[in-house]
């Protein structure tokens, strides 16, 4: 379960080739299989934070196209056979609205059905510098006319509620009547509920209509929700030229239209300009639904008096400024620049603008997940937008601040006497899941809600939002810890947080979930410290603040002593942080299970029980953890956590790969790094989860940003200052970024030769790179080394094997001889001497133990001790057989063979030929090196470079795997990747832990 897994998916992908012209600014598709059009309608979505369109053909019907905003959902009551106090009783669904889209075409009598045609040529296109989507098609009809339909859209980021399209229609051949329906359809509900709990919903209610009306000037739809009290107008418009003219308007159950006719010759070409406008209530509003119309018309009134050539420049200087901002360059690689562009495109337009909204996990791509609101939206999103468009993640945050009110009442059903608690799923703000241990449960929602109000303030300098909002989101969200958790006398008086699910949905209701716990800490720390700023410099505003919210002046302090003795253990066996109090005593999830022919999650495959009872998890969870708040967690004990987590990982979550991608990256793991990068950056492009045609994955294209600026990058906040360590990643020449801080503007060019920082904004920017202030002026550029990433390694080719403590206890044997001969000559051996002598070959270890002999011995006598001490352990030998292997040796050893690798054992014991015969392992391998065939034992490299010669490679072609920090010391010195079995006090130079060789997983280390 590490990158492998999820790179394998993304050698299937359509990736360009090395000779197609890339683009990056414009993602082409020229695909004609309908089975693939719901795909396309995501990727060729446009949105503004109020308003999505899916990416359709105007003139085809598809049953996946939509219209859909941010405002209008249905509510519907969840219904439970068992009912226990504080379940969430009702669910918010995002449902498609009247869409606007249809164009039907009609040459003569005969309606133009694509699919009864011949597509002779396809080309569709979203034009990430101008915000449009275009798309031509040449089809020839059965009856041999042939059309060229050029069609453009946009969804206005200046308007909110605006939708213009830009409709041609010529002929090839084609002499005769054109007919063009343009409409308003209503027929579209909501995805029903299937199998896949990621789509669709069980609806009481939905959209109803409440009037209609068409004429030659316009036409439109009023529509209402049955539940949720919201209405909406939909009306369009329509500028022609002189080659069509109006026919007539109809009125129908399914919606409204208008219908245009002409003649066509060969040549001859007949154009449509569509306006569509959008207007809708709030929920629960008794607004008077007659004003929708009049106020959709006014929109519409402007934007036809723009023009839709005006209305294109509007958007291309709107995602101008969003560019300047970015500053993205991929020098050689315009593939991944043209990807990243596309996320950072749906990211920026799919955004909440007006407060009253935030960012859906699949933004208004699609339906899926209902369009509910979660904690990646700050934890994932905000930290993109916040350097990128600030005045999104102020919009973001400041929804929350809406919905604190509904925070409050689900902290009180949830039993929280005080304070708020945000809701896992929502649009309104209450709560939506119906499954608590996956929903309400997730309590580190709120320490990302804080967590990204932190960073906004810092990276905006925008105090004003923390004293109008922030503050009150920060204090109010941090008093729920203390009562989750308390100070644990069993656990040496550390605060304990319980029954809690952590980032990993495959592990739910745990006591200390790390992420959470650590998370927790920095909440209640920042609370403390907010109090206490606020307090000193705006006294008025803290004693408002704290009198309406009935804060008591002890509080403050007890947030500061429960983030103190935040309980964050470190497991003693493999110094990894533990996910949990448990997870590290259950098994791990057989590969049996953990393996699926399809794309399908282990949640549509298993039972949430069997899951939890495994050490699987669904995402990076831990490691989140590192990323976001672990500064003081040094580079060493990120690596052991990360090596560990990756081997138990499923990534069935698309949240996964930009975490592992940043961590990777930051504890050296290049090749990981981009892969997961990789697998961040294009999960939607090439689908590699099976749903992106349910809408795109709106944190994971964050993610891509993040692997990129903080993978990459190394950005990270510390003391309220940005702080970068860039690498260059092999594959590419250089890149460049941009971020804005505090109104200034870094540029961030990163190549061979180092980093070259830029002032594009602003006169002078604090900031740290590699740990060390700097001080940036306007127009003078600092040029600083990099620290990069080491060279990599030839691709791996073999393993070398330890024998005593790897593959076989051997150890307890030649401890039991030595304690034999220890006893005959009267020195003794206690288990610190023991422990030395491990992995040191016969003649180092006797010098070991007569170091406290009671006498000096002779040469001759210390031959004939190691003799003596040989013959003890050859007796002990004997009772050996293949059920002394330590579980998992043969199948580690049979799985790099079966890998294609060479493999090799290396033992300073002198029988390993004998020991491998007893153990039945003898033609497992095809070099055996022993203490006979060198002359010096570890730490010193011999009897590893002696094993690569030994296969005829180098030895930086093998990987090492011991139980010795002798051993790990010897296989540094040679030049191999070193993997460590056993704890990790005396294995901690070992560049991978595991806890036994049951834990070794061959696929890790292929590239």
Same mark, same amino acid.
């Given at each position: 379960?590490?990158?492998?897994?999820?790179?394998? $998916?993304?050698?299937?992908?359509?990736?360009?080739?090395?000779?197609t012209?890339?683009?990056?600014?414009?993602?082409?598709?020229?695909?004609?299989?309908?089975?693939?059009?719901?795909?396309?309608?995501?990727?060729?979505?446009?949105?503004?934070?109020?308003?999505?369109?899916?990416? =359709?053909?105007?003139?085809?019907?598809?049953?996946?196209? !939509? +219209?859909?905003?941010?405002?209008?959902?249905?509510?519907?009551?969840?219904?439970?056979?068992?009912?226990?106090p504080?379940?969430?009783?009702?669910?918010?669904?995002?449902?498609?609205?009247?869409?606007?889209?249809?164009?039907? *075409?009609r040459l &003569?009598?005969?309606?133009?059905?694509?699919?009864?045609?011949e597509?002779?040529? %396809?080309?569709?296109?979203?034009?990430?510098?101008? &915000?449009?989507?275009?798309?031509?098609?040449?089809?020839?009809?059965p009856?041999?006319?042939?059309?060229?339909?050029?069609?453009?859209?946009?969804? +206005?980021?200046?308007?909110?509620?605006?939708?213009?399209?830009?409709?041609?229609?010529?002929?090839?051949?084609?002499?005769?009547?054109?007919?063009?329906?343009?409409?308003?359809?209503t027929?579209?509900?909501?995805? #029903?509920? #299937?199998?896949?709990?990621?789509?669709?919903?069980r609806?009481?209610?939905?959209l109803?209509?409440?009037?209609?009306?068409?004429?030659?000037?316009?036409?439109?739809?009023?529509?209402?929700?049955?539940? +949720?009290?919201?209405?909406?107008?939909?009306?369009?418009?329509?500028?022609?030229?002189?080659? *069509?003219?109006?026919?007539?308007?109809?009125?129908?159950?399914?919606?409204?239209?208008?219908?245009?006719?002409?003649?066509?010759?060969?040549?001859?070409?007949?154009?449509?300009?569509?306006?569509?406008?959008? !207007?809708?209530?709030?929920? %629960?509003?008794?607004?008077?639904?007659?004003?929708?119309?009049?106020?959709?018309?006014?929109?519409?009134?402007?934007?036809?008096?723009? &023009?839709?050539?005006?209305?294109?420049?509007?958007?291309?200087?709107?995602?101008?400024? %969003?560019?300047?901002?970015?500053?993205?360059?991929?020098?050689?690689?315009?593939?991944t620049?043209?990807?990243?562009?596309l996320?950072?495109?749906?990211?920026?337009?799919?955004?909440?603008?007006d407060?009253?909204s935030s960012?859906?996990?699949?933004?208004?791509?699609?339906?899926?997940?209902?369009?509910?609101?979660?904690w990646?939206?700050e934890?994932?999103m905000?930290?993109?937008?916040?350097?990128?468009?600030? /005045?999104? $993640?102020?919009?973001?945050?400041?929804?929350?601040?809406?919905?604190?009110?509904?925070?409050?009442?689900?902290?009180?059903?949830?039993?929280?006497?005080?304070?708020?608690?945000?809701?896992?799923?929502?649009?309104?703000?209450?709560?939506?899941?119906?499954?608590?241990?996956?929903?309400?449960a997730?309590?580190?929602?709120?320490?990302?809600?804080?967590?990204?109000?932190r960073?906004?303030?810092?990276?905006?300098?925008?105090?004003?939002?923390?004293? /109008?909002?922030?503050?009150e989101?920060?204090?109010?969200?941090?008093?729920?810890?203390?009562?989750?958790?308390?100070?644990?006398?069993?656990?040496?008086?550390?605060?304990?947080?319980?029954?809690?699910?952590?980032?990993?949905?495959?592990?739910?209701?745990?006591?200390? =979930?790390?992420?959470?716990?650590?998370?927790?800490?920095?909440?209640?720390?920042?609370?403390?410290?907010?109090?206490?700023?606020?307090?000193?410099?705006?006294?008025?505003?803290?004693?408002?603040?704290?009198?309406?919210?009935?804060?008591?002046?002890?509080?403050?302090?007890?947030?500061?002593?429960?983030?103190?003795?935040?309980?964050?253990?470190?497991?003693?066996?493999?110094?990894?942080?533990?996910q949990?109090? #448990?997870?590290?005593?259950k098994?791990?999830?057989?590969?049996?299970?953990?393996?699926?022919?399809?794309?399908?999650?282990?949640?549509l495959?298993?039972?949430?029980?069997?899951?939890?009872?495994?050490?699987?998890?669904?995402?990076?969870d831990?490691?989140?953890?590192?990323?976001?708040?672990?500064?003081?967690?040094?580079?060493?004990?990120?690596?052991?956590?990360?090596?560990?987590?990756?081997?138990?990982?499923?990534?069935?979550?698309?949240?996964?790969?930009?975490t592992?991608?940043?961590?990777?990256?930051?504890v050296?793991?290049?090749?990981?790094?981009?892969?997961?990068?990789?697998?961040?950056?294009?999960?939607d492009?090439?689908?590699?989860?099976?749903n $992106?045609?349910?809408?795109?994955?709106?944190?994971?294209?964050? &993610?891509?940003?993040?692997?990129?600026?903080?993978?990459?990058?190394?950005?990270r906040?510390?003391?309220?200052?940005?702080?970068?360590?860039?690498?260059?990643?092999?594959?590419?020449?250089?890149?460049?970024?941009?971020l804005?801080?505090?109104?200034?503007?870094?540029? @961030?060019?990163?190549?061979?030769?180092?980093?070259?920082?830029?002032?594009?904004?602003? +006169?002078?920017?604090?900031?740290?790179?590699?740990g060390?202030?700097?001080?940036?002026?306007?127009?003078?550029?600092?040029?600083?080394?990099?620290?990069?990433?080491?060279?990599?390694?030839?691709?791996?080719?073999?393993?070398?094997?330890?024998l005593? #403590?790897?593959?076989?206890?051997? $150890?307890?044997?030649h401890?039991?001889?030595?304690?034999?001969?220890a006893?005959?000559?009267?020195?003794?051996?206690?288990?610190?001497?023991?422990?030395?002598?491990?992995?040191v070959?016969?003649?180092?270890?006797?010098?070991?133990?007569?170091?406290?002999?009671?006498?000096?011995?002779?040469?001759? /006598?210390?031959?004939?001790?190691?003799?003596?001490?040989?013959?003890?352990?050859?007796?002990?030998?004997?009772?050996?057989?293949?059920?002394?292997?330590?579980p998992?040796?043969?199948?580690?050893?049979?799985?790099?063979?079966?890998?294609g690798?060479?493999?090799?054992?290396?033992?300073?014991?002198?029988?390993?030929?004998?020991?491998?015969?007893?153990?039945?392992?003898?033609?497992?391998?095809?070099?055996? @090196?022993?203490?006979?065939?060198?002359a010096?034992?570890?730490?010193?490299?011999?009897?590893?470079?002696?094993?690569?010669?030994?296969?005829?490679?180098?030895?930086?072609?093998?990987?090492?795997?011991?139980?010795?920090?002798?051993?790990?010391?010897?296989?540094?010195?040679?030049?191999?990747?070193?993997?460590?079995?056993?704890?990790?006090?005396?294995?901690?130079?070992?560049?991978?832990? *595991?806890?036994?060789?049951?834990?070794?997983?061959?696929?890790?280390?292929?590239?």
């Amino acid at each position: 379960m590490d990158h492998q897994t999820t790179a394998a $998916a993304s050698s299937n992908a359509r990736m360009p080739d090395a000779q197609t012209m890339v683009d990056p600014w414009l993602l082409v598709r020229h695909g004609t299989d309908p089975a693939g059009f719901a795909q396309d309608e995501s990727l060729f979505a446009l949105a503004n934070g109020t308003l999505g369109v899916r990416g =359709n053909l105007e003139e085809a019907d598809s049953a996946s196209q !939509a +219209s859909l905003l941010s405002g209008v959902w249905e509510r519907t009551p969840i219904e439970y056979h068992e009912r226990f106090p504080g379940f969430a009783s009702h669910t918010d669904t995002r449902i498609p609205v009247a869409d606007a889209t249809p164009i039907r *075409l009609r040459l &003569g009598d005969t309606p133009v059905r694509l699919d009864q045609g011949e597509w002779l040529q %396809f080309e569709r296109n979203l034009d990430l510098r101008h &915000g449009c989507y275009r798309r031509r098609l040449r089809w020839r009809s059965p009856q041999g006319a042939t059309l060229e339909i050029e069609a453009e859209r946009l969804v +206005s980021l200046a308007e909110a509620g605006l939708l213009a399209i830009r409709y041609r229609v010529r002929s090839l051949d084609y002499h005769g009547p054109i007919t063009l329906e343009s409409s308003i359809a209503t027929g579209r509900q909501a995805t #029903g509920q #299937g199998d896949d709990p990621r789509i669709g919903t069980r609806l009481a209610g939905g959209l109803v209509s409440w009037a209609t009306q068409a004429d030659e000037g316009s036409a439109w739809v009023g529509q209402q929700t049955r539940h +949720s009290g919201i209405r909406l107008a939909c009306v369009q418009h329509h500028v022609h030229g002189a080659e *069509l003219t109006f026919r007539h308007a109809r009125e129908s159950a399914d919606g409204v239209s208008q219908v245009y006719a002409g003649m066509l010759a060969p040549g001859q070409t007949v154009s449509l300009d569509k306006y569509v406008a959008y !207007a809708f209530t709030a929920p %629960f509003a008794t607004d008077a639904a007659e004003t929708l119309p009049a106020r959709a018309e006014a929109t519409l009134a402007t934007a036809v008096a723009l &023009g839709y050539p005006a209305l294109l420049e509007r958007q291309t200087q709107v995602l101008a400024g %969003f560019w300047a901002q970015a500053d993205l360059a991929i020098a050689g690689d315009p593939a991944t620049e043209q990807a990243l562009r596309l996320n950072l495109f749906h990211l920026f337009q799919s955004s909440g603008r007006d407060g009253r909204s935030s960012t859906a996990a699949k933004g208004l791509t699609g339906e899926g997940y209902e369009g509910h609101y979660f904690w990646d939206a700050e934890a994932f999103m905000l930290p993109a937008l916040v350097t990128l468009a600030p /005045e999104l $993640a102020r919009a973001m945050l400041a929804y929350r601040h809406r919905t604190l009110g509904h925070a409050r009442r689900h902290a009180r059903e949830l039993n929280h006497l005080r304070g708020a608690l945000y809701a896992w799923r929502t649009i309104s703000g209450d709560e939506c899941s119906a499954y608590f241990p996956g929903g309400s449960a997730q309590y580190h929602i709120n320490a990302a809600v804080a967590w990204a109000t932190r960073l906004y303030v810092d990276a905006s300098g925008d105090q004003a939002f923390m004293l /109008e909002g922030g503050a009150e989101i920060i204090f109010e969200t941090a008093r729920i810890w203390l009562q989750i958790g308390h100070f644990n006398p069993r656990r040496g008086g550390a605060f304990c947080i319980h029954e809690v699910t952590g980032p990993d949905e495959y592990t739910a209701l745990v006591d200390n =979930n790390h992420y959470t716990n650590r998370m927790a800490q920095r909440h209640l720390r920042d609370a403390a410290a907010t109090a206490e700023w606020m307090a000193l410099s705006h006294p008025a505003k803290y004693a408002a603040l704290t009198t309406r919210i009935g804060l008591d002046a002890d509080e403050p302090a007890q947030w500061r002593a429960a983030a103190q003795a935040m309980y964050l253990p470190v497991d003693a066996a493999l110094g990894i942080f533990p996910q949990d109090d #448990g997870f590290l005593d259950k098994p791990r999830l057989p590969a049996e299970l953990a393996t699926a022919t399809d794309q399908r999650p282990l949640l549509l495959r298993m039972h949430p029980l069997t899951i939890y009872r495994h050490q699987v998890c669904k995402q990076a969870d831990a490691l989140l953890a590192l990323m976001l708040a672990g500064e003081q967690v040094d580079v060493a004990a990120k690596r052991r956590n990360f090596d560990y987590y990756e081997g138990v990982t499923a990534h069935d979550s698309t949240l996964s790969a930009s975490t592992f991608a940043v961590i990777a990256a930051e504890v050296g793991h290049a090749d990981k790094a981009f892969h997961y990068f990789r697998d961040t950056l294009r999960v939607d492009l090439d689908d590699l989860h099976g749903n $992106a045609a349910h809408g795109l994955h709106m944190a994971a294209m964050a &993610g891509s940003w993040l692997a990129l600026t903080w993978g990459y990058g190394g950005l990270r906040v510390h003391d309220g200052l940005p702080a970068l360590a860039p690498r260059l990643p092999a594959a590419w020449k250089s890149y460049r970024f941009g971020l804005r801080w505090r109104g200034t503007h870094l540029r @961030v060019e990163v190549d061979g030769d180092g980093v070259r920082y830029t002032l594009t904004e602003g +006169s002078a920017l604090t900031f740290l790179h590699d740990g060390l202030p700097q001080r940036l002026r306007a127009g003078q550029p600092l040029r600083l080394p990099c620290a990069g990433f080491a060279a990599p390694l030839p691709p791996l080719k073999a393993v070398v094997f330890d024998l005593d #403590g790897v593959l076989a206890d051997t $150890a307890v044997l030649h401890r039991a001889a030595w304690q034999q001969l220890a006893d005959e000559i009267g020195a003794p051996l206690d288990e610190a001497t023991a422990g030395r002598m491990k992995g040191v070959d016969r003649r180092g270890s006797l010098d070991i133990l007569l170091e406290q002999a009671p006498r000096c011995y002779s040469e001759a /006598e210390k031959e004939a001790f190691a003799a003596r001490k040989n013959a003890h352990y050859v007796e002990l030998i004997e009772r050996l057989g293949p059920q002394d292997l330590l579980p998992g040796a043969r199948a580690a050893v049979e799985s790099v063979r079966r890998a294609g690798l060479k493999t090799a054992l290396a033992s300073a014991s002198r029988n390993a030929p004998q020991l491998l015969a007893r153990l039945g392992i003898a033609a497992l391998f095809d070099c055996v @090196v022993d203490a006979n065939r060198i002359a010096r034992s570890k730490p010193d490299p011999e009897i590893f470079l002696a094993a690569a010669r030994g296969l005829g490679l180098s030895s930086q072609e093998c990987l090492g795997v011991e139980d010795a920090a002798a051993g790990i010391a010897a296989l540094h010195a040679a030049g191999m990747t070193a993997v460590g079995i056993g704890r990790a006090q005396e294995l901690d130079k070992a560049d991978v832990l *595991l806890p036994d060789i049951a834990a070794f997983d061959i696929s890790r280390f292929i590239a």
